[in-house]
C-alpha cells in the first residue's frame, strides 16, 4: 500500500515545467522585457496588475534574521497591526530621532 504525500513533496517529486527561453523556437533570440520597478506605475494593459493598495507605493525590503522577523510578527500580532504598519511606525520614529519629519504609511 502507498503512502500519500503532501502536497509539496508531491510538487517536489514532478518534472520541472520548460522554461519560456526553451519554448522559443530556434534562431529567435529572446527578448528581455522591460520591468517596472515603482509600484503604482503599472496600467491596465500592463501584465502585472498593481493592488488598489499599492497603487501609489514602493517596496522596501531587508533581510533580518530568524529571531527578529519571529520577534517583529508577533509584537505587531499582539498589538493588533499588521507588520507594514509596524515598520511604517518603526520608520518614523528613526526619522524623528534623525531630526527629519515623519511621512505617515
Known sequence: MSSRK??????RDRD?????ASTEPEGKAATP??????????SGSSGNPVAPSRQGKKAMTG????????AMHMTAR????????????????????????PVGK
Open 16 to 20: 520541472p515545467a520548460p522554461s519560456p
Open 33 to 42: 522585457t522591460a520591468r517596472s520597478t515603482g509600484a503604482g506605475t503599472a
Open 78 to 101: 499582539k498589538h493588533g497591526m499588521s507588520l507594514q504598519d509596524a515598520m511604517a511606525e518603526a520608520f518614523n520614529d528613526w526619522l524623528r530621532k534623525m531630526g527629519e519629519s
Open 63 to 70: 533581510y533580518f534574521s530568524p529571531e527578529m522577523s519571529f
Open 6 to 11: 503532501g502536497s509539496l513533496l508531491a510538487l
